[in-house]
């Protein structure tokens, strides 16, 4: 009962040695009120290193982009002149566009970039479709097997890629397949990590409106349609965001099935651009700011879904 | 008749979620089950795809096992895993950072992701910039900070010299996963925490060391280990893109990884059964990790 009374009273006192002198008094030794001073500036100095640290790791991350913009936007000559000041270089000194024209021109880049976009999309697509349909099965239905069946799911998201990708490419060679864009699309569309992320978010959504429909005889179709699916956006556009990009930065695997140059996604067509020009340095970093831009872009649009994404297939994992 | 009635009802749902199943179990069976079953069957063929495969037996196994470029190549990838401490401690410290209620949380957060975000060929392409020897920044920080202190510094050359080309996609490795999701994981964790542990802490008189030492660590512990073992999982895997784009696996097979020589043996030799050994052998390590973290992640952690 003393302590709260013994700070409101010390709180209503002016905050110099009077305050400390009267609450010792009281106590005698340590009191609330320097207990709370010396908790305020432990929090003070806290944030404040907190911050130092923060802007400094910021600065770590950031600077490298910057360098890879400002050096994409020098004279060719003005990267092989050895840098004393070096602290200088972040911001550009010079604005030479010339370099993502030459960039563009060099390589097929918007051949490159329509590629990358229409995979993009129709990987994207297909995965979200498909695994909708099968977390939904998996989610919301009762039919035999169905544990037996998404443990065998599970089990398959622990193999790695690099099992996989010598039959399929294989396969994909028997059916003529190489070199396609097919080859690209269908074998990522099918993957147990967006099925199994779906389920996870389904098995939270509640059944009241579900029970509702049924009762009305909407079908198994319609329950999906009308109520799973405009209930789960953040889910699906979380999917939806991690498809697209993985999608956009895949190198290994286009890089595996095509050879023609003009079939090339962005990160292939990057490499050969680099076997082409390895030390036209302006212009491979004016190219590599072009493959990140849209990457930026999607991200400034849906970071919450990140967070999200992460979460529940992190945590949950 | 009630049960008749039950019975058709339970069967129309078994139609209606094999009808929902179908369309991602076929293309799961084609692209991945039958997959794994026919990589296995591979490493046991010698097989170039142009003469018809001759089955072997364990000889690919065997043949790896002596292959002193697959020890070479596997200390290359657990060396290279180097970067998954480092980078947890440094996501660990950011995230205790981000945690102390400050402003603009979001906003560094969002700059901390951009490296994992945008990995990939274009930041591989610019930390073969940043470290190259004669007008890379990271050799001009270096030199400048000995002409500081008065010395004369000269970094080395990274990426083309074999002692320093591991190390270098270490760096590059930690500066681009340290503030992505595992960072993001703790953070959550560390809002997860209760609140009352703390104010048990401070009755005690514990100060901030002690706090973190006591409660916090404790109770991130679950997360600490998932991050863990998921890094180390990926990490047998990694290696491909960057050591691809900025070293090609060199100089002197430094940086080629696993997964690199599997790409080699598979995709330009044509060793299709050698690669398909090497895929199993990484897949049972895989396999082990995963059984380690299915036997501890389900009990808690903490105390």
Redesign the interface.
């Given at each position: 009962m003393g302590k709260p009374m013994a700070s409101s009273v010390a709180s209503r006192l002016p905050p110099d040695g009077s305050e400390k002198a009267a609450a010792q008094d009281v106590f005698g030794g340590p009191t609330a009120a320097r207990l709370k001073r010396r908790k305020r500036r432990q929090v003070f100095l806290r944030k404040f290193f907190a911050y130092v640290l923060l802007i400094g790791g910021a600065l770590t991350m950031v600077g490298p982009f910057l360098w890879m913009v400002s050096t994409s936007l020098k004279e060719p000559g003005q990267v092989f002149s050895f840098q004393k000041e070096w602290w200088k270089e972040w911001l550009p000194t010079s604005f030479v566009w010339r370099n993502y024209v030459q960039a563009w021109k060099v390589v097929p880049f918007a051949r490159f970039y329509l590629n990358s976009i229409f995979v993009a999309i129709c990987v994207t697509f297909g995965q979200v479709a498909t695994s909708a349909m099968a977390a939904y099965a998996f989610a919301r239905l009762r039919f035999p097997g169905r544990d037996k069946l998404f443990f065998g799911y599970l089990a398959t998201m622990m193999v790695p890629g690099a099992v996989t990708m010598i039959p399929v490419f294989i396969l994909l060679r028997y059916l003529g397949w190489i070199d396609t864009y097919y080859a690209l699309i269908l074998p990522a569309i099918f993957t147990a990590y967006g099925t199994f992320m779906l389920r996870q978010f389904f098995l939270t959504l509640p059944s009241d409106l579900e029970d509702a429909a049924k009762i009305d005889g909407c079908s198994y179709f319609g329950i999906f349609w009308r109520i799973i699916l405009p209930l789960s956006k953040p889910a699906l556009a979380t999917l939806t965001t991690f498809t697209f990009m993985g999608t956009w930065m895949n190198f290994m695997w286009p890089l595996i099935v095509l050879n023609t140059h003009h079939k090339f996604t962005l990160p292939v067509g990057l490499a050969y651009f680099q076997s082409l020009h390895h030390t036209d340095w302006t212009l491979l970093m004016a190219a590599s700011v072009m493959m990140i831009l849209p990457i930026l872009a999607v991200f400034v649009f849906n970071q919450r879904f990140f967070v999200e994404g992460i979460k529940l297939t992190g945590i949950k994992g | 008749m009630k049960t008749e009635k039950a019975m058709s009802s339970?069967t129309k749902?078994?139609i209606?979620?094999?009808g929902?199943?179908m369309?991602?179990?076929v293309?799961?069976l084609?692209?991945?089950?039958?997959?794994?079953i026919?990589?296995l069957g591979?490493s046991f063929v010698k097989w170039d795809?142009l003469s018809p495969a001759k089955f072997v037996g364990f000889k690919n196994f065997v043949d790896l096992f002596k292959d002193p470029f697959f020890w070479k190549y596997c200390w290359n990838t657990i060396y290279l895993m180097l970067a998954i401490p480092l980078s947890m401690g440094g996501s660990l410290?950011?995230a205790?950072?981000?945690n102390?209620k400050?402003k603009g949380i979001?906003l560094?957060?969002?700059?901390?992701?951009?490296?994992t975000?945008?990995?990939?060929?274009?930041?591989y392409?610019?930390?073969r910039?940043?470290y190259n020897p004669?007008?890379g920044?990271l050799n001009?920080?270096i030199?400048?900070f000995g002409q500081l202190i008065g010395i004369t510094l000269n970094g080395p050359y990274w990426l083309t010299d074999e002692t320093w080309s591991k190390p270098a996609l270490v760096i590059m490795s930690v500066?681009q996963t340290?503030?992505g999701?595992n960072m993001?994981?703790y953070l959550?964790a560390l809002q997860g925490v209760p609140r009352d542990l703390y104010d048990a802490a401070e009755v005690d008189g514990a100060n901030?060391w002690q706090k973190f030492w006591a409660v916090t660590w404790p109770q991130i512990s679950p997360?600490t280990f998932?991050i863990a073992i998921?890094s180390v999982?990926g990490g047998?895997?990694a290696g491909?893109?960057p050591a691809?784009?900025m070293t090609g696996g060199g100089p002197n097979g430094s940086t080629t990884t696993l997964?690199y020589y599997?790409?080699n043996n598979?995709?330009q030799w044509h060793h299709?059964g050698y690669?398909?050994a090497?895929?199993?052998v990484?897949?049972l390590v895989?396999?082990f990790f995963?059984i380690v973290q299915w036997r501890f992640?389900g009990k808690t952690v903490h105390y």
């Amino acid at each position: 009962m003393g302590k709260p009374m013994a700070s409101s009273v010390a709180s209503r006192l002016p905050p110099d040695g009077s305050e400390k002198a009267a609450a010792q008094d009281v106590f005698g030794g340590p009191t609330a009120a320097r207990l709370k001073r010396r908790k305020r500036r432990q929090v003070f100095l806290r944030k404040f290193f907190a911050y130092v640290l923060l802007i400094g790791g910021a600065l770590t991350m950031v600077g490298p982009f910057l360098w890879m913009v400002s050096t994409s936007l020098k004279e060719p000559g003005q990267v092989f002149s050895f840098q004393k000041e070096w602290w200088k270089e972040w911001l550009p000194t010079s604005f030479v566009w010339r370099n993502y024209v030459q960039a563009w021109k060099v390589v097929p880049f918007a051949r490159f970039y329509l590629n990358s976009i229409f995979v993009a999309i129709c990987v994207t697509f297909g995965q979200v479709a498909t695994s909708a349909m099968a977390a939904y099965a998996f989610a919301r239905l009762r039919f035999p097997g169905r544990d037996k069946l998404f443990f065998g799911y599970l089990a398959t998201m622990m193999v790695p890629g690099a099992v996989t990708m010598i039959p399929v490419f294989i396969l994909l060679r028997y059916l003529g397949w190489i070199d396609t864009y097919y080859a690209l699309i269908l074998p990522a569309i099918f993957t147990a990590y967006g099925t199994f992320m779906l389920r996870q978010f389904f098995l939270t959504l509640p059944s009241d409106l579900e029970d509702a429909a049924k009762i009305d005889g909407c079908s198994y179709f319609g329950i999906f349609w009308r109520i799973i699916l405009p209930l789960s956006k953040p889910a699906l556009a979380t999917l939806t965001t991690f498809t697209f990009m993985g999608t956009w930065m895949n190198f290994m695997w286009p890089l595996i099935v095509l050879n023609t140059h003009h079939k090339f996604t962005l990160p292939v067509g990057l490499a050969y651009f680099q076997s082409l020009h390895h030390t036209d340095w302006t212009l491979l970093m004016a190219a590599s700011v072009m493959m990140i831009l849209p990457i930026l872009a999607v991200f400034v649009f849906n970071q919450r879904f990140f967070v999200e994404g992460i979460k529940l297939t992190g945590i949950k994992g | 008749m009630k049960t008749e009635k039950a019975m058709s009802s339970s069967t129309k749902e078994t139609i209606a979620a094999y009808g929902f199943l179908m369309p991602n179990l076929v293309g799961f069976l084609i692209f991945t089950s039958i997959p794994v079953i026919a990589s296995l069957g591979l490493s046991f063929v010698k097989w170039d795809l142009l003469s018809p495969a001759k089955f072997v037996g364990f000889k690919n196994f065997v043949d790896l096992f002596k292959d002193p470029f697959f020890w070479k190549y596997c200390w290359n990838t657990i060396y290279l895993m180097l970067a998954i401490p480092l980078s947890m401690g440094g996501s660990l410290i950011l995230a205790l950072a981000l945690n102390q209620k400050l402003k603009g949380i979001v906003l560094f957060r969002a700059v901390f992701f951009l490296p994992t975000l945008c990995s990939g060929v274009a930041i591989y392409m610019l930390w073969r910039l940043i470290y190259n020897p004669e007008f890379g920044v990271l050799n001009s920080i270096i030199a400048s900070f000995g002409q500081l202190i008065g010395i004369t510094l000269n970094g080395p050359y990274w990426l083309t010299d074999e002692t320093w080309s591991k190390p270098a996609l270490v760096i590059m490795s930690v500066w681009q996963t340290v503030g992505g999701y595992n960072m993001i994981l703790y953070l959550a964790a560390l809002q997860g925490v209760p609140r009352d542990l703390y104010d048990a802490a401070e009755v005690d008189g514990a100060n901030s060391w002690q706090k973190f030492w006591a409660v916090t660590w404790p109770q991130i512990s679950p997360t600490t280990f998932f991050i863990a073992i998921m890094s180390v999982i990926g990490g047998f895997q990694a290696g491909f893109d960057p050591a691809y784009i900025m070293t090609g696996g060199g100089p002197n097979g430094s940086t080629t990884t696993l997964i690199y020589y599997l790409y080699n043996n598979a995709f330009q030799w044509h060793h299709m059964g050698y690669a398909a050994a090497i895929a199993w052998v990484l897949f049972l390590v895989v396999l082990f990790f995963t059984i380690v973290q299915w036997r501890f992640f389900g009990k808690t952690v903490h105390y």
